[in-house]
C-alpha cells in the first residue's frame, strides 16, 4: 500500500524559499505541486529547477487550487497576514516564517483564522530542532538543574543580511527578525508568560548608509514566577565577521549552568585569500538535506499526516509576537516599561 502524499505550495523563492524547496523536493511523503513569487524569472528558475508544474504570480490562485493541501509561506515579514488568513480560510495547512507578523493586529487574525479553520498552522521557529536547544530543554525538563532563573541571549546578523540579501528588513525590526527566534528558547525552556519588557535601541551606522532600521537593541523581559532574561541583536556585524549570524544562549538555572555558544566552531576553512568560521547546522550531507530546517519542516509534514496540533502553533506566535510588539514600543519610547496584561 503506498503512502499518501501531502500536495505543497510554496509562496517565496527568494533566499528563504529557496531552503523550504529544496527541504520539501527530498521528502518522500511531498508533492511539489506549486510555486508563486512576484518576480516571473525567479519563479520560472526555480520552478524548472524542480520541475513544480503549477506556477503563480498571485498567491490567489494557488489558494483557489484544489491540488494543494498545504501552504508554505516565505514572505517578507510584514507581509504574513493576509497569505496566512486566505491560506487557512481555503483549507490549507499552512507551515508560516517566522515572525508571525510585526504587529498585533495582525497576528491576532492569523490566530484567529488558525482558530476558525481546519488547517494546522505551524510557525517556523526551526531552532528548537537544533540539537543544543533540544537538549537543554530535555536537561530543563528533568529537573535535574531547577528551574531556569537567568537568560543571557544574542542573536545578531552581519551588516550585508539587511542592506544588501533582504533590503525589505527596513519594515521589520532585528527583535521580529532574529531575535525572536531566541525568546522562543527561553519561553519554552522557562514554561511561563512574559509579564514586563523594557528595551532600547540606538541608530547610527545603517542611517549613514541610508537604511532606516536601528543599529542594535536590547531588552530586559520579565517571566511570570521571576525568572529574567536579557535579549540582544544588532545588525551591524562587519562584513569581515567570519559567518552570517552570530549567537549566544546562556542559561543560569538554580543548580546549572547551560551555555550553548554557536561559535564554538565545528567547521573552519582557510584559503589564499579568506577564512571562514562556521557552526554547521544544516545543509546537505551526502548529497541529502540535514540540519534543522529540514528537520523542522520532516515535523510539520508529519504532523499533517497524522493529524497531530504541530510543536509551535498560532497561540504560541501570538504569544510571541505580543512580546516582540512590547520590545519595539519600548525601544521608541526610550525604554519606557511595558507591562503585558
Same mark, same amino acid.
Given at each position: 500500500?503506498?503512502?499518501?502524499?501531502?500536495?505543497?505550495?510554496?509562496?517565496?523563492?527568494?533566499?528563504?524559499?529557496?531552503?523550504?524547496?529544496?527541504?520539501?523536493?527530498?521528502?518522500?511523503?511531498?508533492?511539489?505541486?506549486?510555486?508563486?513569487?512576484?518576480?516571473?524569472?525567479?519563479?520560472?528558475?526555480?520552478?524548472? /529547477?524542480?520541475?513544480?508544474?503549477?506556477?503563480? /504570480?498571485?498567491?490567489?490562485? %494557488?489558494?483557489?487550487?484544489?491540488?494543494?493541501?498545504?501552504? $508554505?509561506?516565505?514572505?517578507?515579514?510584514?507581509?504574513?497576514?493576509?497569505? #496566512?488568513?486566505?491560506?487557512?480560510? #481555503?483549507?490549507?495547512?499552512?507551515?508560516?516564517?517566522?515572525?508571525?507578523? =510585526?504587529?498585533?493586529?495582525?497576528?491576532?487574525?492569523? #490566530?484567529?483564522?488558525?482558530?476558525?479553520?481546519?488547517?494546522?498552522?505551524?510557525?517556523?521557529?526551526?531552532?528548537?530542532?537544533?540539537?543544543?536547544?533540544?537538549?537543554?530543554?530535555?536537561?530543563?525538563? @528533568?529537573?535535574?538543574?531547577?528551574?531556569?532563573?537567568?537568560?543571557?541571549?544574542?542573536?545578531?546578523?552581519?551588516?550585508?543580511?539587511?542592506?544588501?540579501?533582504?533590503?525589505? %528588513?527596513?519594515?521589520?525590526?532585528? #527583535?521580529?527578525?532574529?531575535?525572536?527566534?531566541?525568546?522562543?528558547?527561553?519561553?519554552?525552556?522557562?514554561?511561563?508568560?512574559?509579564?514586563?519588557?523594557?528595551? $532600547?535601541?540606538?541608530?547610527?551606522? %545603517?542611517?549613514?548608509?541610508?537604511?532606516?532600521?536601528?543599529?542594535?537593541?536590547?531588552? /530586559?523581559?520579565?517571566?511570570?514566577?521571576?525568572?529574567?532574561?536579557?535579549?540582544?541583536?544588532?545588525?551591524?556585524?562587519?562584513?569581515?565577521?567570519?559567518?552570517?549570524?552570530?549567537?549566544?544562549?546562556?542559561?543560569?538555572?538554580?543548580?546549572?549552568?547551560?551555555?550553548?555558544?554557536?561559535?564554538?566552531?565545528?567547521?573552519? /576553512?582557510?584559503?589564499?585569500?579568506?577564512?571562514?568560521?562556521? =557552526?554547521? =547546522?544544516?545543509?546537505?550531507?551526502?548529497?541529502?538535506? @540535514?540540519?534543522?530546517?529540514?528537520?523542522?519542516?520532516?515535523?510539520?509534514?508529519?504532523?499533517?499526516?497524522?493529524?497531530?496540533?504541530?510543536?509551535?502553533?498560532?497561540?504560541?506566535?501570538?504569544?510571541?509576537?505580543?512580546?516582540?510588539?512590547?520590545?519595539?514600543?519600548?525601544?521608541?519610547?526610550?525604554?519606557?516599561?511595558?507591562?503585558?496584561?
Amino acid at each position: 500500500m503506498s503512502l499518501k502524499q501531502i500536495r505543497f505550495g510554496v509562496i517565496g523563492a527568494g533566499m528563504q524559499g529557496a531552503s523550504h524547496l529544496r527541504q520539501l523536493s527530498q521528502h518522500p511523503l511531498v508533492d511539489l505541486r506549486a510555486l508563486c513569487d512576484i518576480n516571473e524569472n525567479l519563479l520560472t528558475s526555480a520552478a524548472d /529547477t524542480l520541475s513544480i508544474p503549477l506556477r503563480f /504570480t498571485d498567491y490567489g490562485g %494557488l489558494f483557489d487550487s484544489d491540488e494543494i493541501d498545504a501552504v $508554505v509561506v516565505v514572505l517578507p515579514d510584514h507581509l504574513h497576514r493576509d497569505a #496566512a488568513v486566505r491560506a487557512l480560510e #481555503a483549507g490549507k495547512h499552512v507551515l508560516l516564517e517566522k515572525p508571525m507578523a =510585526t504587529n498585533l493586529a495582525d497576528a491576532v487574525a492569523i #490566530a484567529e483564522a488558525a482558530r476558525n479553520n481546519d488547517g494546522f498552522l505551524m510557525l517556523n521557529l526551526s531552532n528548537r530542532w537544533m540539537y543544543p536547544f533540544s537538549e537543554g530543554k530535555k536537561i530543563v525538563d @528533568s529537573g535535574a538543574y531547577g528551574d531556569v532563573r537567568h537568560v543571557f541571549a544574542r542573536m545578531t546578523n552581519r551588516i550585508d543580511l539587511p542592506t544588501k540579501m533582504l533590503p525589505w %528588513l527596513k519594515d521589520s525590526h532585528p #527583535a521580529h527578525w532574529i531575535g525572536i527566534h531566541r525568546l522562543d528558547i527561553a519561553r519554552w525552556w522557562i514554561g511561563r508568560e512574559v509579564v514586563r519588557v523594557r528595551g $532600547v535601541e540606538r541608530y547610527g551606522v %545603517l542611517k549613514e548608509q541610508g537604511y532606516d532600521a536601528p543599529d542594535f537593541y536590547q531588552a /530586559t523581559i520579565e517571566f511570570d514566577g521571576g525568572a529574567v532574561m536579557n535579549l540582544e541583536g544588532s545588525w551591524i556585524l562587519p562584513l569581515t565577521f567570519p559567518a552570517l549570524v552570530d549567537s549566544r544562549f546562556y542559561a543560569l538555572c538554580e543548580k546549572g549552568v547551560i551555555d550553548i555558544d554557536r561559535m564554538r566552531s565545528e567547521l573552519m /576553512t582557510a584559503g589564499p585569500d579568506t577564512w571562514t568560521l562556521n =557552526t554547521p =547546522t544544516a545543509g546537505l550531507v551526502n548529497d541529502q538535506e @540535514s540540519g534543522h530546517v529540514h528537520a523542522a519542516a520532516n515535523h510539520f509534514v508529519d504532523c499533517i499526516l497524522q493529524g497531530k496540533p504541530p510543536m509551535i502553533g498560532a497561540e504560541d506566535g501570538l504569544a510571541l509576537t505580543r512580546v516582540l510588539c512590547a520590545i519595539v514600543e519600548s525601544c521608541r519610547d526610550d525604554g519606557k516599561i511595558v507591562d503585558l496584561d
